[in-house]
């Protein structure tokens, strides 16, 4: 049996709403589908609940057989891959946040509920697609608050749960942590709030990405917890 990195510490992040802010791209998305089928509008408020949960989620507020929602989540992805995110869409601090925390030695990974290739390319986009090893999407495995987009992180690696920690702004990735056996931190910048998140099991909870950063730029680190 291969032995465990335990002198390696993997900082695994979710991408929309932690790392990048895709509201507005996804929101834009999701009014095309509806407006080109003859649907209804949804609110940006309800939309942004869902973010981050499957695809179908979106449009879950409609009477569409299974065929349909195929379809439309289809579309949905279409749009989303064809209209291009840039560093201006990553939340505050996020580059500073990342570039220090490599430089302090942590590996970083993508665990996200967005299919892989979407991810990549937000990420190919945003221009931080290099700072991360591996990405995983949920195309391939069963979604948070399953763990197994996490687990699949770990074992790239060979890294122990109790070497990595979770980066994330919703109670999915709270839990989906938990399952895995991590220790979640929880940013309180999306839909989630504080108390969500720590009902969730996260250990921590930031205001923002800045928040995090202003902190580890200070000595704090994941262990001082």
Sequence with gaps: MEKLELDKKLIIFD?????INSIDQIYDAVCFVRNKNGYKYASKEYISLRIGLSAEELFFDL??????????????????????????DLFPYVIELLNLLILNGHLLAIATNKPSELAEKALLDCGIRDKFMPVTGGDQLPIKPNGAILKSCLEFHNIAPTSARMIGDRVEDMLAANAAGLIPYGISQGTHTKNQLFESGAKKVFSNIEELYRLIERGWSFEDL
């Design 15 to 19: 991408l929309d709403g932690t790392l």
């Design 63 to 88: 009477e569409l057989n299974d065929k349909e929602i195929e379809e439309a989540v289809k579309t949905l992805r279409k749009f989303i891959y064809l209209h291009t995110l840039s560093k201006l």
